[in-house]
């Protein structure tokens, strides 16, 4: 899970970071407090939840936000602000949530909890860590899926299977064929390559 915590006021960010990383020990999470390192790391980096902050210097937040989904439509943008105001027009961007400052551990769990998009654990270092080979698929399969917050049961009716072939693509005991692949990505709305991609 990859975090991105953006506010041009650093001990805001550090704050946040802080936090997250008690709730959140495994993520990746990255702080950014300068408007231009905040806008470069928004265009090259796909984060699964982003917090932004609304009024930032030489970056308006929410215009920042929908450049973001342009790119990267299941990004979990919460907002993050002192201004009561913005909540409507950062409602437009599909947000996740809104959270007014000064934000607490508390708020910051329920957000997590009520993402918009859920983000699964499992990471491509996880699975290159997990399996070698081509075990790393049922991974990608499981973690797309859990992302899509889909059932092991829904998901195996989609594809006219059993739940526990599923489980056993998922474990990697076995690997779908190409047809099954198309199809599964298919579903979950992603690219056959994000599924059968060498780890590098």
């Not at 506010?7 to 407090?33: Q, R």
């Not at 928004?42 to 215009?63: E, H, L, S, V």
């Not at 708020?107 to 859920?118: G, S």
Request: hydrophobic letters at 40%.
């Amino acid at each position: 899970m990859k975090i991105l915590v953006a506010d041009d006021h650093k001990s805001i960010v550090d704050g946040i970071i802080l936090d997250l990383n008690e709730l959140l020990p495994n993520a990746t999470i990255t702080g950014a407090h300068r408007s231009s390192e905040i806008v470069e790391l928004c265009n090259d980096t796909r984060f699964d939840i982003i917090f932004m902050d609304i009024d930032i210097p030489q970056a308006n937040g929410i215009k920042l936000a929908k450049t973001v989904l342009d790119k990267y439509p299941r990004t979990n943008i919460i907002y993050i602000t002192g201004y009561e105001k913005y909540a409507l027009e950062s409602y437009e961007t599909n947000a996740s949530t809104f959270l007014l400052k000064p934000v607490t551990k508390k708020a910051i769990a329920k957000a997590i909890d009520n993402l918009r998009f859920p983000v699964s654990d499992i990471t491509d270092e996880l699975a290159a860590k997990e399996y070698s080979g081509e075990g790393y698929v049922g991974m990608r399969i499981q973690k797309y899926r859990e992302e899509r917050g889909m059932s092991r049961n829904e998901f195996a009716e989609l594809l006219n299977v059993t739940p526990p072939t599923i489980h056993r693509w998922e474990t990697g005991v076995r690997k779908p064929d190409i047809a099954t692949l198309m199809k599964i990505a298919s579903i979950l709305g992603v690219k056959i390559d994000e599924l059968t991609a060498p780890l590098s």
